[in-house]
């Protein structure tokens, strides 16, 4: 049996969209995933243990820790530039009043549950503290995102720890990634289906240079009614097996949070960064959201170009004559592929958290249904979307 190529499967074989025929617009690059940067890597720290009713500080827990470091391993306090933008400001990112004031990110960027937040930002200092103890010395400001993973994990369990953190920074590795109920992604849900973690890349010709913007995201958000794919409203004929919008003790219809991270290698200015952070929120339209009041829809973007400027750590003696940082950047007219880029790999992470799923169920018997393949190929297939 021939084995599916990275753009259609994940590396433990679950479909991605493109294994459905689902169409998107753009190139993608040849993993399809944020990591077609050179050197960007993920990692993944999932915890799923316990069942039956909820019994706060036993569980049951469907949570867990991602980590995206822009430069890998060994980049760790090699700045880039970066900017952050808030569609709704429901939620947390850590690190974000520096990002502002600097345009600058150095660290690695954990994605963790709401109420995990503290004890992710703990594990990556420590983590930083025992690889980079010279980085230490001065100040540390990690980047942590979350999402609310309640309806399905015992949130207030305080299950995850700082060496959750850890463990998902030393997991980070380049190449395919998992996608679906993995790492920050393991409890959450996207238009009342079993959503999470999703990515996808765009290749972006720029005369004789070939750039990549990747794409990865924490889908939590939504309702279901709201679900286009492909341009079809396919929610309203798929507003059966529905708990989680149905039940009283669910939270508000399309409430929950996302996350999405943005990253590319081409030469970017910080105010460049923050402008492609902006489209995230195109690509999230795509897949039919409106944005909710009970959302934290927060978004990072950053460039992996101009490597060894924007450094701003503590400096040593009087600036030498010619002390200065240069950048090199896309010209802003020249902007327009690399936001096109971006929506079109947000739209088509989020697609891909949703296929690369299955069904979980957590706290108190919350279920969550995934989105069923059958019927969303038939409804696709009904609107001559695919063949």
């Known amino acids: 049996m021939t084995a599916r190529p990275a753009s259609e499967a994940t590396p433990s074989g679950k479909p991605r969209a493109r294994a459905l025929g689902i169409p998107f617009a753009g190139t993608p690059g040849a993993l399809n995933a944020i990591t077609d940067l050179p050197g960007l890597a993920v990692g993944y720290e999932t915890l799923i243990h316990g069942d039956g009713a909820l019994r706060t500080g036993h569980g049951p827990v469907r949570t867990g820790v991602t980590a995206i470091l822009p430069r890998g391993r060994d980049g760790v306090g090699n700045p880039c530039a970066a900017g952050m933008v808030s569609l709704n400001g429901n939620g947390e990112m850590t690190g974000t009043a520096w990002i502002e004031e ?70 980070a590795r380049p190449g395919a990634i998992e996608e679906g109920s993995v790492g920050g992604g393991t409890g959450m849900n996207c238009y009342a289906f079993k959503g999470g973690c999703g990515t996808a890349s765009r290749v972006v010709p720029y005369g004789p240079h070939r750039y990549t913007v990747g794409a990865f995201v924490q889908a939590n958000f939504g309702s279901r009614h709201e679900l286009t794919i492909a341009g079809v409203p396919v929610g309203r004929e798929l507003a059966d097996d529905n708990p989680m919008e ?134 696709l297939r009904k609107r001559g979307v695919i063949s």
């Open 246 to 379: 149905t039940r009283r003790q669910a939270a508000p219809a399309g409430a929950g949070s996302v996350i999405a991270i943005v990253g590319t290698d081409a030469p970017l200015l910080p105010a460049q960064c923050k402008a492609l952070a902006r489209r995230v929120g195109m690509g999230l339209a795509r897949t039919g959201t409106t944005g909710s009041h009970f959302s934290g829809d927060l978004f990072l973007a950053f460039s992996t170009g101009n490597e060894g400027a924007l450094k701003s750590r503590f400096s040593e003696g009087e600036p030498a004559k010619d002390e200065f940082d240069q950048l090199r950047f896309v010209p802003w007219g020249r902007m327009d592929p690399f936001y096109a880029a971006v929506a079109h790999a947000i739209e088509e992470a989020v697609v891909n958290a949703l296929v690369a799923n299955a069904t979980m169920i957590g706290r108190d018997g919350h279920r969550t249904p995934a989105l069923p393949h059958d019927r969303l190929v038939a409804l």
């Open 102 to 171: 600097t345009g600058s990110l150095d660290l690695p960027i954990l994605i963790t549950n709401t109420h995990s937040v503290g004890a992710c930002h703990t594990g990556a200092i420590e983590w930083v503290v025992r690889h980079y103890p010279k980085l230490a010395e001065a100040w540390l400001l990690p980047v942590v995102g979350e999402t609310w993973d309640g309806y399905l994990n015992d949130i207030n369990g305080a299950h995850v720890k700082p060496a959750h953190a850890l463990r998902a920074i030393d997991a």
